[in-house]
């Protein structure tokens, strides 16, 4: 008996000079900045599953926060920026409260899976801003919905494989069904349409969804179909499953009997391109990479926020006039650039207009 | 595409599926033969994954092309470092085995995205720049048929994985001391009145296990994924382990579950690709792998029969 009390005692005072601390802390820790916490404007990322580091999407968003956060001399932390990973949905509505609790008075959805999420916590929390991207949330005041014209940029990646293609044959490798990925579908498959009508020839686009974002055993075996059916570029739109593809290239590349390419997606992956041929020297095979401005956009809304004209109840979309999406040069040929060049241009006057959804 | 191609598509894409799973079911049941539970076999591939990544990311110039092969055996190491944590715990502590083993595959992929934060400052890692290729069998590629199918462009790992099996199937049953890890985890109690040293016997198992299941997952990291980051191996453990069950703990069983468990994957990716299965909708080709699982499972397996003390901590009574 005498022992649980004493243990007891002890576990009390350390509850106690435990909280003791934390309050202590909390003052001392945001003393360098130096400003008062009220003129700031405090941004805050919730991410999707991928995590910042993803190559893609978060990791853009996250580096647009950080140039926002740098120029405008705010730190990471509860009195700048910061972000949120969730490693799986159930973290999704954690995360966000955890946000509005710190303070934060913008919130950004990383991801068409935050959207029931960032719903519900802007019904929760009217004076905090929010923004949800690639999807949209109609009708409430305090969220602007941002969904990146994907399909234009699918569409010069179609052109680009159209004008390269040395087999008339390229795949698309889709990750799960649904309307962002549609995007890249539908846009990628005009655009190799229309490439191939301007060279006077036909090309064949294997389609394919691996029904997974983060499986590279089966992007490496679709891959290994497509490529075998002599398809000579894929265009992966599918986050990590799309690590799979480019081992699947990089081992045909090295093995020297025939070339391939990749088209890479959301940002520039030919990192993921390098390889050394047969004979050692160092060559690539990133064709090119589909860009996603998620960077700017988060960098933009936030300085919209902090100037108080954010967009509220509203849906931006961002395509290739608004710089929002766009195509790398990566390793095309002259002739593919300029045809690339030339559909741009047409898209943003207006003169093409390329589908959302695929042909069904 | 002819069906030569076609099979040899398959049967390229279900090594690739395989043989992380191969080497880490092996691992299992030699760990479960000797009576540990070793639901850790996950956390394990993840810190095989993540060594053998870090290693051929630092070494790749310095080794060249055989910095594959190295970050195996450093794969291995850090796998053994691991599944001693776990034979220390329900061995000499005597802790349940599927919290210990749980509480493996907890740490696992926490520590090695600490880790990777630590030593390069992102979530994930680089590209590996050597990673295994495809091979193809110097003579043998040649064969007609089966040569194209079998032996070109194929995963040499594969036929490396069927050999460790059949090995490991000759070790747990032709010789002396498989028979002392089999019976101890059969009947430890028996085992330890005639001499055996029952504890040295399951360390031994839970040791095996770990290496196989290290190189496992190095195999999957530098073979399919080429880098390492949180969802890199995600759930490949536990189908090692179901592929174990399957295999009814016995290492030949554990290969063919596994090859089985890629084919089935396979079949239903290729699937997609072949002229009239390409009508059917995508959404019963990709749950085809699980479906025939379940039904192979029901019609032709008969009763899965684990080691007698399996999952029991022994103690050596005065």
Known sequence: MKKAKVFATAVLTAVVALTLAGCAGKKSGTGNSGKSETTKHTVALITDTGGVDDRSFNQSAWEGLQAWGKSHDLSRGNSGYQYFQSSNESDYIP????????GFKTIFGIGYKLQPAIKQSAKDSPKTNFVIIDDSIEGVKNVVS???????????????????????KVGFIGGVKGDVIDRFDAGFAAGVKEGAKKLGKSITVINQYAGDFNAPDKGKSIAQGMYSQ???IIFHASGATGNGVFQEAKAINQDGSKKVWVIGVDRDQSAEGKYKTKDGKSANFTLTSTLKGVGAVTEDLSNQAMKGKFPGGKHLTYGLKQDGVGLTDGQLSTKAKDAVKEAKQ?????????????AK | MNWVSMLSLIVSSTFVFSTPLIFTAIGGAFSENGGIVNVGLEGIMVMGAFSSVVFNLTFADTFGKATPWLGLIVGAVVGIAISL?????????????????????????ALSVFLVKAIYA????????????YFSFPGLSKIPVIGQIFFKDTSLLAYIAIIV??????????????????SVGENPQAADTLGLNVYRLRYSGVIISGLLGGIGGAIFAQSISGNFSAGTIVGQGYISMAA???????????????????????????????????????????????VLTIIVLVLFLGKAVMPKADGTNYVKSK
Request: hydrophobic share 45%.
């Open chain 1, 95 to 102: 995360n966000i409260n955890q946000a509005t609790q710190a």
């Open chain 1, 146 to 168: 941002a969904t990146f014209k994907d399909n234009e940029s699918s569409y010069l990646a179609g052109v680009a494989a159209a004008y390269t293609t040395k087999t008339n």
């Open chain 1, 230 to 232: 002599g398809a000579d």
């Open chain 1, 346 to 358: 047409q898209i943003i006057d207006g003169k093409i207009t390329v589908p959302e959804h695929p």
């Open chain 2, 85 to 109: 944590l776990h034979a220390m715990a329900t061995i000499n502590f005597r802790a349940d085995h599927i919290i210990s083993g749980t509480v493996i595959n907890l740490l696992a992929p």
């Open chain 2, 122 to 133: 992102k979530g994930q890692t680089d590209n590996i720049a050597q990673n295994f290729g």
């Open chain 2, 165 to 182: 099996a059949i090995l490991a199937w000759w070790i747990l049953y032709k010789t002396r001391f498989g028979l002392h890890l089999r």
């Open chain 2, 244 to 290: 174990m069950i399957f295999g009814k703990w016995n290492p030949i069983g554990a290969m063919g579950a596994a090859l089985f468990f890629g084919f089935a994957q396979s079949l239903s990716i290729i699937g997609g690709q072949l002229p009239g299965i390409a009508k059917i909708p995508a959404v019963y080709l990709q749950v085809a792998p699980y």
